[in-house]
């Protein structure tokens, strides 16, 4: 399966933006579609992931409250919907497909990843 990940850009803290993972392949239902980030310097960590069916979903602390994970499989699409962006969320944001788990491990396709800014 192939992905690729869009949606990114600037926005003001307090904002919303709506990342979107567009999947190619027969097989992408059979995947969990989990997002990740990574700042700057820093190691890529663990969003938010949504289960095959759209039935169960994990988030991370940080996120939780703010961030929504849905998604189509008509569509072959997952969408991350980020609202009361904080400067801390500021990041490249990427999509993967594999496993409902929180470890980078546990995904093997991963796409391109979208740049998200969010200024103070």
């Known amino acids: 399966v192939q992905l690729q990940a869009s949606g990114g850009g600037l926005v003001q803290a307090g904002g919303s933006l709506r990342l979107s993972c567009a999947a190619s392949?027969?097989?992408?239902?059979?995947?969990?579609i989990g997002w990740f980030r990574q700042a700057p310097g820093k190691d890529r960590t663990f969003v938010a992931s949504i289960s095959w069916s759209g039935a169960s979903t994990l988030y991370t602390d940080s996120v939780k409250g703010r961030f929504t994970i849905s998604r189509d499989n008509a569509k072959n699409t997952v969408w991350l919907q980020m609202s009361s962006l904080k400067p801390g969320d500021t990041a490249v944001y990427y999509c993967?497909?594999?496993?409902?788990?929180?470890?980078?491990?546990?995904?093997?396709?991963w796409g391109q990843g979208t740049l998200v800014t969010v200024s103070s």
């Open positions: 993967a497909a594999g496993q409902l788990r929180t470890r980078t491990s546990s995904y093997d396709y």
């Open positions: 392949g027969s097989t992408f239902s059979s995947y969990a």
